[in-house]
Each structure stands twice: as structure tokens, then as C-alpha cells.
């Protein structure tokens, strides 16, 4: 019995250590890009299929690193782009877009983090289940948001995402074209591909 007592201390002092290592070597780390997004937007309309990029725009990240250097968790992240930022190849359908998203009084699309839930797939690779505030059109709506993330060879990590968005759901009347002729579907599909830095 003293022996077993003896072995269960000792196991206790062993988790013990384990976990007073893992929180010192557990680190928390900045990560940031601005106006080097790549971001496409896509859609449906009577007509054809239409979409819309930009570049510009921001995202901060905080996210713990462990002693092997793998990234845990992802404890913030604020995003926001203008939305006359994003443009196609026709002005006409910029306009439109821009009247739809009523960027005169509502100028930045955002999403904040609530919580974050990080799945390793591999060493350098996982991915990330975000749960957030989405603000499109001065309208914000719980959303949530699955991303590709890998860790580079530099640090910096290649991020990559999309999140089907549906118009009305923000009290955005889809953009019609050509006196209405042509129509717009109500779901679009907003995409990202980017690397951020510490």
C-alpha cells in the first residue's frame, strides 16, 4: 500500500511539472496584414455569374504558441475591410454593389471573434472553427467561420476560408442591372486567401 501511494505521488508531481513546463513555454503571439488581402466575392445572376476582389484592408490575430512550437488556440481576431474597396471590372456594377451594401453610412465590412476552437491536421498545418460577429451593411449577425491555416517555414502563416453570406439575411436588397432586367441571386460567397506576419 506505501508502495502504491508512493507511485501515485509521484505521478501526481510528474503532471504536476508537465503542466507548470507547458504554461511557461506557452507563448502568445501577434500576428498582422494590412491592405495584401486577397479577397473575391462571387455570385449569381440572370445574366451570369459576376464577382468582385480587393486587397485592401486588415486583420489582427493573437495566437498561443506551446513548447514545440505548434499554435493551441487563437484567443482573438478583429477583421475589417472598406467596402469600396472591393471592386469588379464594370463601375456600373460597383455602384450598385456599393448602393447595396449602403457603404455611404456603413463604409467597413468587419468580423470580431468570440471564440475560436484550433484542430492540428498535421506539424505546421490546422484548422480553425471561428465564432464571431460578421458586420456587413451596419447590420451585425452571428457567424461562424472555418479556415485553412499553415504555419511557414518563416513564421508567418498562410490562411485560407470561405463563408457563403446570404444578402437578406443583412437587409441587403439584391443589385439589379439594366433596369431591373437582370437580376442578382441573393447568396453569395465570400472568399479569402492571405499570409500574416508576426
Same mark, same amino acid.
Given at each position: 500500500?506505501?508502495?502504491?501511494?508512493?507511485?501515485?505521488?509521484?505521478?501526481?508531481?510528474?503532471?504536476?511539472?508537465?503542466?507548470?513546463?507547458?504554461?511557461?513555454?506557452?507563448?502568445?503571439?501577434?500576428?498582422?496584414?494590412?491592405?495584401?488581402?486577397?479577397?473575391?466575392? $462571387?455570385?449569381?445572376?440572370?445574366?451570369?455569374?459576376?464577382?468582385?476582389?480587393?486587397?485592401?484592408?486588415?486583420?489582427?490575430?493573437?495566437?498561443?504558441?506551446?513548447?514545440?512550437?505548434?499554435?493551441?488556440?487563437?484567443?482573438?481576431? $478583429?477583421?475589417?475591410?472598406?467596402?469600396?474597396?472591393?471592386?469588379?471590372?464594370?463601375?456600373?456594377?460597383?455602384?450598385?454593389?456599393?448602393?447595396?451594401?449602403?457603404?455611404?453610412?456603413?463604409?467597413?465590412?468587419?468580423?470580431?471573434?468570440? $471564440?475560436?476552437?484550433?484542430?492540428?491536421?498535421?506539424?505546421?498545418?490546422?484548422?480553425?472553427?471561428?465564432?464571431?460577429?460578421?458586420?456587413?451593411?451596419?447590420?451585425?449577425?452571428?457567424?461562424?467561420?472555418?479556415?485553412?491555416?499553415?504555419?511557414?517555414?518563416?513564421?508567418?502563416?498562410?490562411?485560407?476560408?470561405?463563408?457563403?453570406?446570404?444578402?437578406?439575411?443583412?437587409?441587403?436588397?439584391?443589385?439589379?442591372?439594366?433596369?431591373?432586367?437582370?437580376?442578382?441571386?441573393?447568396?453569395?460567397?465570400?472568399?479569402?486567401?492571405?499570409?500574416?506576419?508576426?
Amino acid at each position: 500500500m506505501l508502495q502504491l501511494q508512493k507511485i501515485a505521488k509521484a505521478f501526481f508531481l510528474f503532471l504536476l511539472v508537465q503542466s507548470a513546463t507547458n504554461i511557461v513555454f506557452a507563448q502568445q503571439v501577434k500576428y498582422h496584414t494590412k491592405d495584401d488581402l486577397n479577397l473575391v466575392i $462571387s455570385g449569381t445572376s440572370t445574366l451570369h455569374d459576376w464577382s468582385m476582389k480587393g486587397a485592401k484592408g486588415e486583420i489582427n490575430a493573437l495566437f498561443t504558441f506551446n513548447a514545440a512550437n505548434q499554435i493551441t488556440a487563437l484567443n482573438t481576431m $478583429s477583421f475589417t475591410c472598406p467596402a469600396e474597396g472591393i471592386k469588379s471590372e464594370h463601375s456600373a456594377m460597383d455602384k450598385n454593389a456599393y448602393k447595396a451594401l449602403k457603404s455611404d453610412k456603413n463604409p467597413a465590412i468587419t468580423y470580431t471573434l468570440a $471564440s475560436a476552437t484550433v484542430s492540428p491536421v498535421n506539424a505546421t498545418e490546422f484548422t480553425v472553427k471561428c465564432i464571431g460577429k460578421l458586420t456587413i451593411a451596419g447590420v451585425t449577425r452571428d457567424a461562424d467561420l472555418i479556415v485553412t491555416c499553415k504555419l511557414n517555414a518563416d513564421k508567418s502563416i498562410s490562411v485560407s476560408g470561405s463563408k457563403k453570406i446570404s444578402m437578406k439575411e443583412f437587409n441587403m436588397e439584391p443589385p439589379t442591372f439594366m433596369m431591373g432586367t437582370i437580376k442578382t441571386g441573393n447568396d453569395v460567397v465570400l472568399k479569402l486567401n492571405l499570409t500574416i506576419r508576426k
